[in-house]
């Protein structure tokens, strides 16, 4: 059961950052070289969600959002917390790559007639990536962690499982090593 749960984790947590990376770099660069109005709502959205505790955020998405008339299944309001809150911290991370380069390489691409897409791909993602690595690596990890938070709605992962295990035997101290070597592991 407990390997059932790693799997689930994993899928949570790897959907959450393939999607989240996508919104990390959408947000960095609207926030970059977007409009004023546009750069004005990613920080918003940046400041709201890296302020408030995911728990919360959570609870808003599975809670909260019914009240709108979104009702959402625990494993889909997970994945879509894990996204937006990944989004948020990647957007900085990211936001701070692109911001390393320098603005001489950006005109050499210009100059040399690429397009502003040409640019963005070849001049400036590749090496910003280079650059946040580890950063976006740490908040990949952090991610994966912080996706046990998501069993307080009964979606499905490695702690989830692991509650429903303990509850079954009342072995909590067996049951929650396993789950920190599990993650460690992970």
Not at 95 to 103: K, M
């Amino acid at each position: 059961q407990l390997l059932v749960g790693v799997w689930l984790t994993i899928q949570l947590s790897f959907g959450a950052m393939a999607i989240g990376l996508l919104v990390s770099i959408i947000c960095a660069l609207l926030k970059t070289s977007g409009p004023k109005p546009v750069q004005w709502v990613v920080n918003i959205y940046v400041e709201l969600i890296r302020n408030t505790p995911f728990l919360v955020q959570i609870f808003f998405i599975f809670f909260g959002l019914p009240a709108l008339g979104l009702r959402l299944y625990p494993n889909e309001a997970a994945l879509l917390a894990l996204i937006i809150n990944f989004g948020a911290y990647g957007t900085e991370i990211i936001r701070a790559g692109i911001e390393s380069i320098n603005r001489g390489q950006i005109e050499a691409g210009i100059a040399l007639g690429l397009k502003p897409l040409q640019v963005f791909r070849y001049i400036i993602i590749k090496p910003a990536l280079r650059a946040i690595y580890p950063a976006l690596t740490s908040q990949f990890i952090y991610l994966m962690l912080t996706s046990s938070v998501v069993s307080v709605i009964s979606a499905d992962d490695l702690t989830a499982v692991g509650n429903q295990i303990q509850s079954a035997t009342f072995a909590a101290f067996e049951v929650y090593l396993i789950i920190t070597v599990m993650y460690l592991v992970l």
